[in-house]
């Protein structure tokens, strides 16, 4: 029973994708299959080089790079958002799995969930 | 009542007065109940949790999402949870975090209470049987 | 039904788009709150198997459209919900 957790508004601007994440490393915590996926502007979560210290918030570049290994499965991100919003292999976060097809993907996970 | 009772948890995201998600779930949550259904927590969560403010006060001809809930909740004996970490970041606190972060009041409103994700994740876990279903509540901007 | 998928949020919005674009052939829509404006917006194409709320349509004068599956009670979309194999809100 996978839970997939949808990210699609970009970060620092608002709360919801911190508590999408919050959702997310919860279900690992309790050793619950989970993923997250990234589309439409939600892919910038994924861009190295995230500095906003100027903006009084924390980076949340580290967090995700280290998902795995809080036991979150997989970092899915949607292919054509990548493109449109410039992220190559040379700026993605280790560890990101660019998908073509997101209905499809949607389709496998008997739960997907919107934070907010 | 029906054969087949299912269990629902009810995820509310959206914030009263700017959003609809507390009407649309109550609306909701009346009709689980009268078709015999069982609801087993509503979880507040993001600015969801600001329906369990007490100190919400709107004009009288207006309907309060705060009592309404708090009435149907009461009366059908639903336990209501406000995310922690949702909750006092927007400055909802009960009497023990009021103590615990020193500060000037309290102010969720019974009979909501606060607690981790970990409710969450107790719902999400259970509704891998068919017969259970989570259902959120998101707003509408 | 395979997948119930509740829309809350207007046309305009981001989300309203993905959950058009990510939908399946067995999958069924229903419009809650502002979504249902929707079906006043003669630029929006809708899927097969689409509902609203009735309480949000009637709230908003919006004129049912014969083309559309039909307006529900609470009652019916907790039918909804329990028919489909999964439900995601948008």
């Known amino acids: 029973m996978h839970t997939l957790i949808v990210i699609d508004q970009p970060p620092y601007g608002s709360w919801g994708g911190r508590e999408s994440l919050d959702m997310a490393f919860s279900l690992a915590a309790f050793d619950q299959p989970v993923s997250l996926l990234f589309i439409d502007a939600g892919v910038l979560w994924l861009k190295q080089g995230q500095e906003p210290d100027g903006i009084y918030q924390k980076s949340v570049e580290r967090n995700l790079a280290a998902a795995s290994i809080f036991g979150v499965e997989a970092l899915l991100a949607e292919a054509t958002a990548c493109h449109r919003f410039g992220l190559t292999d040379n700026n993605l976060i280790n560890g990101v799995t660019r998908i073509e097809n997101t209905g499809t993907t949607l389709q496998q996970y008997q739960h997907v969930v919107f934070s907010g | ?141 | 039904m395979h997948t119930l998928h509740i829309v809350s949020k207007p046309p305009g919005n981001t989300r309203f788009r993905e959950c058009l674009g990510m939908m399946g052939e067995q999958d069924a829509l229903l419009l809650t709150g502002n979504a249902v404006t929707a079906l006043a917006d003669s630029t929006i194409t809708l899927p097969a198997m689409v509902y609203a709320l009735q309480e949000d349509v009637r709230a908003r004068a919006i004129d049912p459209r014969q083309d559309i599956s039909g307006q529900v009670t609470f009652d019916d979309m907790v039918s909804l919900t329990i028919r489909a194999q999964r439900v995601i809100s948008w």
């Open chain 2, 1 to 141: 009542m029906p054969a087949d009772i299912h269990t629902f948890t009810l995820v509310i995201t959206g914030a009263p007065y700017s959003s609809q998600a507390p009407e649309t779930a109550l609306g909701f949550a009346r009709a689980v109940l009268r078709a015999g259904h069982t609801i087993d927590r509503v979880f507040l969560y993001g600015e969801g949790v600001h329906l369990a403010s007490s100190l919400a006060s709107p004009p009288s001809d207006e309907t309060n999402w705060t009592r309404a809930w708090g009435d149907f909740l009461q009366e059908h004996s639903v336990p209501a949870v406000a995310c922690i970490a949702s909750a006092l970041r927007r400055g909802l606190v009960n009497e023990s975090e009021q103590k615990r972060y020193q500060l000037p009041a309290s102010n969720l409103a019974a009979p909501f209470e606060i607690a981790g994700l970990g409710e969450w994740v107790e719902s999400t876990i259970k509704s891998s049987v068919q017969s259970s279903r989570v259902i959120y509540f998101h707003g509408g901007a």
